[in-house]
Nanobody
């Protein structure tokens, strides 16, 4: 079992920044792919970013603004979000899987989500 707990969400002004954290516990492994997804009200959950080893992948709408990183010693993955837009408003979910893919079915473990709200 792997447990994931997100934190760091909140309310921010347009153009502001937030850093999300995802703490993993249980049967964790540095070999897991760690990813971030988001879901806005009434919308499908969509891929944001993922990392595995030295490889990183980003959705087009966050390239140049968001950065994913991980600290294996702390079993924690981060999502640094800069230049936030109103359209970024969503619940952000941390996920762990075995393959660096953008589809949500590729991730077996999920956190409960943390709300990010960007005011316009």
């Amino acid at each position: 079992q792997v447990q994931l707990v997100e934190s760091g969400g909140g309310l921010v002004q347009d153009g502001g920044s937030l850093r999300l954290s995802c703490a993993a516990s249980g049967r964790t492994s540095s070999s897991y792919v760690m990813g971030w997804f988001r879901q806005a009200p009434g919308k499908e959950r969509e891929f944001v970013a993922a990392t595995s080893g030295g490889a990183k992948s980003y959705a087009d709408f966050v390239k140049g603004r968001f950065t994913i990183s991980r600290d294996n010693a702390k079993n924690t993955v981060y999502l640094q979000m800069n230049s936030l837009k109103f359209e970024d408003t969503a619940v952000y979910f941390c996920a762990a899987g075995t393959d660096l893919v953008s589809r949500k079915s590729g991730y077996a473990y999920w956190g409960q989500g943390t709300q990010v709200t960007v005011s316009s």
